[in-house]
């Protein structure tokens, strides 16, 4: 993901022509946001092993609620 955000201008430019140069900068947002999914995935699997389902719920709230506040934000910006 960091190797992607790192080239993510010349790539988009060269793959996608400069029409989506506004897409750069959340390519790069999105591969920095997702590069730490897989040890969020592993933190989740071990709360379910350790039987801390009361855990994982509550988390599960939080990212939803994040999510649903983040994509009300963003919806005007256009993004």
């Not at 993901?1 to 989506?20: F, K, N």
């Not at 959340?26 to 379910?48: D, K, R």
Request: charged residues 15%.
């Amino acid at each position: 993901m960091i190797g992607l955000a790192a080239t993510a201008d010349p790539l988009i430019r060269i793959v996608l022509t400069d029409r989506w140069e506004g897409a750069i900068y959340l390519l790069q947002i999105l591969c920095f946001a997702l590069m730490w999914y897989p040890v969020h995935a592993i933190n989740l699997n071990l709360l379910q092993v350790k039987g801390r389902s009361d855990y994982f719920l509550k988390l599960e709230i939080i990212k939803k609620i994040l999510g649903i506040s983040i994509l009300c934000i963003t919806i005007p910006l256009g993004l």
